[in-house]
């Protein structure tokens, strides 16, 4: 089955816009004890690596405006692969330093795209 890219970036926000709203406000500490939101920052995260890799396969130079997309594939890869090495602190610095710059360029991506 063929994937259209403009719909896994559209997936890709989404998935970065639920992040972010899931953690809103949150320390680490609240972070590391809310399982139900561990577990549903992770999914979607590797929604968002999903989507980026499935891009890439589709259109390899499609994802040259995206910071570090290979790293964010990457990072997809150990937490569905390496789930009991994830740490919390990595992932919420992701969050509050990554997350929003990705979820621009994506905005950026899709709106070239359209």
Known sequence: MRHDPNICIRDA???CEL???FTAGYSLQQYQTDLRTKAAVEREFEIIGEALNR???IDPGKLESITDW???IQFRN???HGYD?????????SILEDLPVLLSELKALIDKNE
């Open 55 to 57: 891009i890439n396969k």
């Open 13 to 15: 926000i989404d998935a």
């Open 19 to 21: 992040i972010l709203a």
């Open 70 to 72: 290979q790293q964010i």
């Open 78 to 80: 150990v937490i569905a």
């Open 85 to 93: 090495i994830v740490e919390d602190e990595l992932v919420l610095e």
